[in-house]
């Protein structure tokens, strides 16, 4: 998918919503356990009443693979039937040295491969260029990579201020005037020279106004992929306000505050009211901030 | 397995070496494709052939991973075929925050829910302390954090220079005397808080003498996976010389040197002669260097 058919999908439903399927065995309503692949029936019954209000899923890796091979079925029926209008992001957090990103690049976009076709991948950047660029050999394919993450851990080295060795303390700038960048804006500020905003975002689990700021100006064009807002108390306005640019740039990620709103047989009825209610939401902030 | 008991395998088998298990459907000899799993044929006669020089088996995910649900299900089959006193590790490089992390830890680590038994994981420390310590908390299972790899794309972060940001230029700290460490210096530093020598390992793929040696002062005790040795260049030496420890202290891993040294019906065999090599090197570092 280009970038331009993802804002133009924006733009015909009023929503950047990306619905997470974080789809736990242990949490799916207990009628679906006689189905014969529960995780799949739980999905396909969330995205159904869902994707009149959402642009994006999101099925987080771990929670199939940690079912093993049956895991990795369900995860194949799960993004087949997504419907192809809506993007796709498998958020496996993956890197490696190239010739293995290249095979963890085939996992997910090589259908003849491994049965996936996702339009993006999750990308972590501790490794660098070669362990990224096997994923943008495949044309039309996404890396969403990590820049900013909102968990506790993310200030142990995402924050930490940086500055290349070659300017270090035996240079004359050293002495307290060169300049200086947490981790996470230099891994935005590397990682545009492997791809521009048509083939890359950004995860940033940034709330705040400054940051956000912050982000926008060394990444004016890009697409970020926001996670934690809802559930995880982030503000979806703050996040609209300070991070939305001309294209929207904006895919503000919902899990269990959706899938899980309910329980009950009626799950997917009330995932489907809690996606609308995200939706008006961001149809308003389309209006003002875009 | 404890550290001990690793420890105990290096003096009985006098090898440090990891055999990794990089196995590619498109690399295996031809005859093994006629097999009803040709990838575990293929890892099932690499094991019984190099058991005996080798204290470890790396699979790296990524090769099975790609070939989808199938994939997984030769995964599982080569790990629970390799002998139980050989340490395994799944070459995996995740990392999540906490409560996915935590379903990559079930991946790898819970059999009940996944049908994988693994030692220990390799994991990214991007996402930081909450991402790495779900997996601490199954007993007995290591993390292996990424600090130093070798690639090409190693150097665009992992070799930066960090400070706190409290450290900054506005503290009288800052006018070039502050204490200045790499960034994988500082993930070794701050790792330690989360666990000791006895569930941590650091995977470093420094060849050179004066990144051993500092690494060695920042982390005296810890096991080190040292990868690409041998098809990549590094220098078995080297790397013995300046990494090892009182309890050996080193895995060193060769993948595509061993297993793919013959690709005739023979290689099983050629895979055992060049197995024998690297453990008869070992062997004699063993020696000096311990």
Chains 1, 2 share one sequence.
Not at 34 to 60: L, M, S
Not at 86 to 95: V, Y
Request: proline fraction near 3%; include cysteine.
């Amino acid at each position: 998918m280009t970038k331009q058919q993802l804002f133009e999908q924006i733009t015909q439903k009023n929503s950047y919503l990306c619905v997470g399927l974080d789809t736990d065995i242990k949490k799916i309503p207990s009628h679906l356990l006689k189905e014969k692949d529960p995780i799949f029936e739980f999905n396909r019954q969330i995205i159904d009443a869902t994707a009149e209000f959402a642009v994006a899923y999101k099925p987080n890796i771990a929670f199939y693979e940690a079912l093993g091979a049956k895991g990795w079925g369900s995860l194949q029926r799960t993004i087949e039937y997504i419907p192809k209008e809506c993007f796709t992001i498998a958020d496996a957090k993956r890197g490696d040295i190239g010739n293995t990103s290249g095979l963890y690049a085939r996992t997910f976009f090589d259908k003849s491969s491994s049965g996936l076709d996702f339009d993006s991948v999750t990308v972590a950047p501790y490794m660098g260029s070669d362990s990224v660029m096997p994923f943008l050999e495949f044309e039309g394919k996404w890396v969403i990579l990590l820049a900013l993450t909102s968990n506790t851990g993310g200030d142990d080295f995402q924050n930490l201020q940086v500055h290349n060795a070659q300017s270090s303390v035996h240079s004359p700038q050293s002495s307290g005037h060169y300049s200086e960048k947490s981790l996470y804006e230099q891994v935005i500020l590397t990682s545009q020279k492997w791809a521009d905003s048509e083939r890359m975002m950004y995860v940033v689990g940034a709330t705040k106004a400054d940051k956000l700021l912050k982000i926008r100006e060394l990444a004016p064009e890009h697409f970020l992929l926001v996670p934690g807002v809802g559930a995880q108390g982030g503000s979806l306005e703050e996040v609209s306000k300070y991070g939305m640019n001309q294209q929207c740039g904006l895919l503000v990620n919902s899990s269990r505050a959706i899938i899980y709103a309910s329980s009950n047989e009626d799950f997917a009825q009330i995932a489907a009211t809690e996606a609308k209610k995200v939706q008006q939401e961001m149809e308003k902030y389309l209006q003002i901030y875009s």
